[in-house]
C-alpha cells in the first residue's frame, strides 16, 4: 500500500523555466510533508517543508503547496538551474503518532533541467 | 562539520552469505535510522533508534536482519544469509531527536548487490 505516490517518474525542463513536481498521499493522518533532493551516489538532503497549517511554504526558488482536501502537494522551482537536476523525493508523517519522526517516501521524481 | 559516514559503499556478495554495513551518524545525532532503498522507490525505514534503544523496527525483517547500536553512537546492521531480493541500497540517517521536526541527515549508502 502506497501511502504517498510520484506518479511522474521523471520531469524534464528548460533552464529558467518552472519545474512542478508533484505528490499525493492517501492517509488522512499525515499533516507534516517535507521534499528531498538526491544526486547520484550522494544521500537524500532536506529541501522544504510545510506543515498542514499552512497550504504554501517558500524559500528561495522553492516553494511547496498543499492542498489537504485533495491530499496533494506540489513543489515548485522557479527559475529552474541545471544544478537542480536530481531526483526528489516527497516525504510525509503523522505528527499525532507515537512514531513522529517516521517518515513515508514516494518513489521518487528524476528533474532534469536543460541548459 | 563530518556529515554521516557509512561503509562499505559497495558490497557484492552471493546469495546466502552475511553482510554487514556500519554508520557513523553525526556527532551528538542520538537519533539514528536504517532505510532500505530498492531501485525506483523511496526509502524505507527499517529500524530507528534512540540512543541504544530501537524505538521502531516494526520493518526489519527479523528472520535475517539484525541491527546494533551498542554505545548510542555508531550502528551495524546485518543480514545473514542475504537473499537476492536484498539488493538495494541501504541508507543510514542521523538526527538530533526523532521528533518529526528533527531533520534527518543521510549518508551515501552501502549498494548491496546479490548474485
Known amino acids: 500500500d502506497q501511502q504517498v505516490k510520484q506518479n511522474s517518474p521523471s520531469l524534464s525542463v528548460q533552464e529558467g523555466r518552472i519545474s512542478i513536481l508533484n505528490c499525493d498521499y492517501t492517509?488522512?493522518?499525515?499533516?507534516?510533508f517535507l521534499w528531498y533532493k538526491k544526486y547520484p551516489a550522494e544521500g537524500p538532503t532536506f529541501l522544504i517543508s510545510i506543515s498542514s497549517i499552512k497550504d504554501k511554504n517558500e524559500d528561495g526558488r522553492f516553494t511547496v503547496f498543499l492542498n489537504k482536501s485533495a491530499k496533494h502537494l506540489s513543489l515548485h522551482i522557479v527559475p529552474s538551474q541545471p544544478g537542480d537536476s536530481a531526483v526528489y523525493f516527497c516525504?510525509?508523517?503523522?505528527?499525532?503518532?507515537?512514531?513522529?519522526?517516521?517518515?513515508?517516501f514516494g518513489q521518487g521524481t528524476t528533474l532534469q533541467v536543460k541548459p | 562539520e563530518a556529515g554521516v559516514v557509512q561503509s562499505p559503499r559497495y558490497k557484492i556478495i552471493e546469495k546466502k552469505q552475511p553482510v554487514a554495513f556500519w554508520c557513523n551518524p553525526i556527532?551528538?545525532?542520538?537519533?539514528l535510522y536504517w532505510y532500505r532503498q530498492n531501485l525506483g522507490q523511496g526509502p524505507e525505514l527499517l529500524i530507528r533508534?534512540?540512543?541504544?534503544?530501537?524505538?521502531?523496527d516494526s520493518q526489519l525483517p527479523k528472520d535475517r536482519f539484525s541491527a546494533e547500536r551498542l554505545k548510542g553512537v555508531d550502528s551495524t546492521l546485518k543480514i545473514q544469509p542475504a537473499e537476492l531480493g536484498d539488493s538495494a541500497v541501504y541508507l543510514c540517517?542521523?538526527?538530533f531527536g526523532g521528533g518529526f521536526y528533527n531533520e534527518q541527515f543521510f549518508g551515501p549508502g552501502t549498494r548491496l548487490t546479490v548474485l
Open positions: 492517509n488522512s493522518m499525515f499533516d507534516y
Open positions: 516525504a510525509a508523517s503523522a505528527t499525532s503518532s507515537s512514531n513522529t519522526g517516521k517518515l513515508i
Open positions: 556527532s551528538g545525532h542520538n537519533t
Open positions: 533508534y534512540e540512543n541504544e534503544e530501537a524505538v521502531d
Open positions: 540517517a542521523s538526527s
